[in-house]
């Protein structure tokens, strides 16, 4: 069983920056993948980045390449992404999400084994 816990979120102006954290529980924590989702109003949860368990491989959705850092500290069973120059179409809520299979979390995360609750990021123009 793992349990992850988001922070970080809030409202910020455009070009502004905010680090979100995922929280994990477990002993276990290295060998999961995670994944950071977002959802706005009215559209479908959408692929924001991921990161291995080792962190040496990571992976961003086209639009926040060069503005969103995916990284984590295994040490502290945590996963941070960092978001930069952030625009208005950011808004969303951000869940982080762990599966042992980096594939589910690419292609199918539907079958993701965990999610967390979620933090909302606002940002205004």
């Known amino acids: 069983q793992v349990q992850l816990v988001e922070s970080g979120g809030g409202l910020v102006q455009a070009g502004d920056s905010l680090r979100l954290s995922c929280a994990a529980s477990?002993?276990?924590?290295?060998?999961?993948?995670i994944g950071w989702f977002r959802q706005a109003p009215g559209k479908e949860r959408e692929f924001v980045a991921a990161?291995?368990?080792?962190?040496?491989?990571?992976y961003y959705t086209n639009s926040v390449k060069g503005r969103f850092t995916i990284s984590r500290d295994n040490a502290k069973n945590t996963v941070y992404l960092q978001m930069n120059s952030l625009k208005p179409e950011d808004t969303a809520v951000y869940y982080c999400?762990?599966?042992?299979?980096?594939?589910?979390?690419?292609?199918?995360?539907?079958?993701?084994?965990?999610w967390g609750q979620g933090t909302q990021v606002t940002v205004s123009s």
């Open positions: 990161i291995s368990g080792s962190g040496g491989s990571t």
């Open positions: 477990g002993r276990t924590f290295s060998t999961y993948h």
């Open positions: 999400a762990a599966d042992t299979s980096l594939h589910t979390i690419m292609v199918v995360p539907a079958t993701i084994d965990y």
